[in-house]
């Protein structure tokens, strides 16, 4: 009896271990790899390591990431680069941000232009900047993307470490025939829709403002999902391209 439960929990075990999410299904990257990748902490976060949102180096003073991150003071914010495990503060370099600039197109109903640009108080230099996608035929079905955070892992992963996942875009078409994604203001101009449509791989809260990377550059920044990892259920993305004329503006 008690054999046949052990079994049983084995099976649970590795039904679910299986059933990997990263970012939720991902796996680990480094900041070797990824050194734009930032963690957008706060001291208002609920874990002690600060962990809050993503963020991408685009220059050596400058981050991009999601405007919905920026609902707190923004002397509670601090970027950390270079700390893949973020519960270890023996590596990485920290900055205080000195300037928040959202996009004007932004706003909490349809969620579209989902941009921040953050001004760091002590650049980074040195470290390699992600440049902008400019142009917008890039986001296309069947190319396929990366995207990096220390968002949850819904178990199948170490905690708040850096993880990557391989999110294919499924096109426009594929958010816009999900009526609550058009009902959340999912939009073709302005967004990208990417991941798996039978789900266990996608982004997850944490990584929001974080990089969706494509040859180099970046071609999106993480903003919303229905759960993560859900079947039917893909991650979306604001897209760069619209937004890259406003965005470089505020990168002089
Ligand atoms: N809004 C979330 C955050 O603040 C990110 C959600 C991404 N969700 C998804 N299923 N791709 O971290």
Known sequence: MLKRAAVLVGILLAVTAGAKPVVVGGTLASVTEAPWAIAL???QSAASSGRYCGAVLVEPDKL???????DEDVSTYYAVQGRADLGDDSVGRVSAISK??????????????D?????????????????LETRARADRAGVVPTVYGWGDTQGTGPDETLQKAAVPDLGDKTCLANQS??????????????????????????????????????????SWGEGCAQPGEPGVYAQIAPAAKALQAQLR
Do not use: E
């Not at 991009?64 to 920026?70: D, I, K, L, P, S």
């Not at 990584?207 to 071609?219: A, T």
């Open 41 to 43: 902490n706060n001291t």
């Open 64 to 70: 991009v990431t999601a405007a919905h991150c920026m």
């Open 100 to 113: 928040v600039w959202i996009h004007p197109g932004y706003n909490t109903k349809d969620n579209r232009y």
């Open 115 to 131: 941009f921040a640009v953050l001004t760091l108080s002590k650049p980074f230099t040195g470290v390699p900047v992600l440049p």
């Open 181 to 222: 994604y058009v009902a959340n203001g999912y939009a073709a101009v302005t967004n990208v829709c990417a991941g798996y449509l039978k789900g266990a791989i996608d982004a997850c809260q944490g990584d929001s403002g974080g990089p969706l990377v494509l040859n180099g550059r970046l071609l999106g920044v993480v």
